[in-house]
């Protein structure tokens, strides 16, 4: 069902047989000049659309000044980043990686630096990430066991056994709001009041792994801000350059700060060229966009049967293999992604025009007529 190009890449990813090599806005142009309405973003990345003018400029600018020094050295728009994102979240210190993994990694050890305790619980069907740390809390085996032996001390839960996987070892609690890779399954009322009083009672650190969900994708700039539960740590990735590569874990200012110098580092980490990128998204996401994003959502979700989701983070149940759907998709122009076997996942540009909206609405009802 899918070409490999024929290029010298490891084949770990089976690519739609499609080579994109412009893009604009929700549109995607390929080397034939074909134009896709792109309801992928990069997988939940591109949210304010390909060649947005903010980032665009503020990443052109910076790769004419200064592109590296590393982290032994200060550069502003990675301080201005960690001023933005700590406003946003309401008081937070940032550490910068390069990818949503790395922000795993990072908060993993930070909690077991702090707590000085090993145990992770995180919750059947979540996706973490690939590398060693964030692949060995990811529920789902299938992902884990070619892999093992991972990381030790992790335990896995649903939202109803929670409580009895938190306990006096418990370094940290790692959910994501709405579990993105794992089916777009958002937490069932309740889990996020849960497992704070759980953290609360044992000592143990919250994390909110908001990769996908983070960056306005669910109407709110965290998906936390919809229950008003406050995670200890959030990690985010995806969207925050939109498409440039880079990661954050935030901490909260009230909780134990733990790393000192040599406890953790990336060569790359808060990249200016990226940061500066990613100050100009954080700038964009506005309340204006946040609204816009529910109600785009929302219209999204009235016009299918059997959805899930929340905002721009929006699955619909087929009930049968996705993946032929989508392959159909692409071939009437229109890029959808799949989410576990049977659903297809809607993560488009959160920009996304009322207009377009109408267009994916039609299109997509006429492949699954
Ligand atoms: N965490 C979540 C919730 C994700 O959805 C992903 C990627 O899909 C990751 C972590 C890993 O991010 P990356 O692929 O940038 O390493």
Avoid at 45 to 67: I, M, N, S, T
Wanted: aromatic content about 6%.
């Amino acid at each position: 069902m899918t070409v490999l190009t024929g290029a010298p890449l490891l084949p770990t990813y089976a690519r739609f047989p499609v080579t994109f090599v412009d893009g604009e806005g929700c549109w995607l142009i390929a080397e034939d000049g074909k134009r896709y309405l792109d309801l992928v973003a990069g997988i939940a990345v591109v949210g304010l659309g390909h060649r947005h003018p903010a980032p665009l400029e503020a990443a052109q600018e910076q790769l004419e000044r200064l592109w590296h020094v590393s982290n032994l050295y200060s550069t502003l728009p990675m301080e201005e980043l960690a001023t933005k994102l700590s406003g946003r979240f309401g008081g937070a210190h940032a550490f910068f990686g390069n990818s949503g993994s790395e922000a795993v990694e990072a908060a993993i050890k930070w909690a077991r630096k702090v707590t000085g305790r090993a145990g992770l619980v995180a919750l059947e069907g979540s996706f973490h990430g690939r590398t060693m740390g964030a692949l060995s809390i990811t529920g789902q085996p299938a992902k884990r066991a070619p892999f093992e032996p991972l990381v030790p001390g992790v335990r896995f839960a649903t939202p109803e056994t929670l409580a009895e996987a938190v306990g006096p070892d418990t370094a940290a609690i790692v959910l994501e709001p709405v579990q993105g890779e794992g089916g777009v399954r958002p937490l069932p009322a309740g889990t996020l009041e849960l497992a704070r009083a759980l953290a609360d009672e044992h000592g143990a650190m919250l994390v909110l792994d908001e990769v996908q969900s983070g960056l306005g994708r669910t109407g709110e700039f965290f998906a936390w801000q919809h229950s008003g539960v406050r995670p200890d740590a959030v990690t985010l990735a995806k969207g925050l350059a939109n498409g440039l590569p880079i990661g954050a874990l935030l901490v909260a200012d009230e909780a134990p700060s733990g790393f000192v110098p040599g406890d953790h580092a990336s060569t790359f980490g808060g990249n200016p060229v990226a940061c500066a990128a990613a100050c100009a998204v954080v700038d964009a996401i506005d309340a204006e966009l946040l609204a816009h994003v529910r109600e785009t959502g929302a219209r999204l979700e009235a016009a299918f049967d059997n959805t899930r989701g929340a905002g721009l983070l929006l699955a619909i149940e087929l009930g049968r293999p996705a993946m032929p759907v989508a392959l159909e998709a692409l071939e009437h122009g229109l890029l959808v992604g799949t989410a576990g076997e049977t659903a297809l996942r809607l993560t488009p540009p959160l920009t996304i025009s009322a207009e377009e909206t109408d267009l994916a609405i039609a299109l997509l009802h006429e492949v699954l007529a």
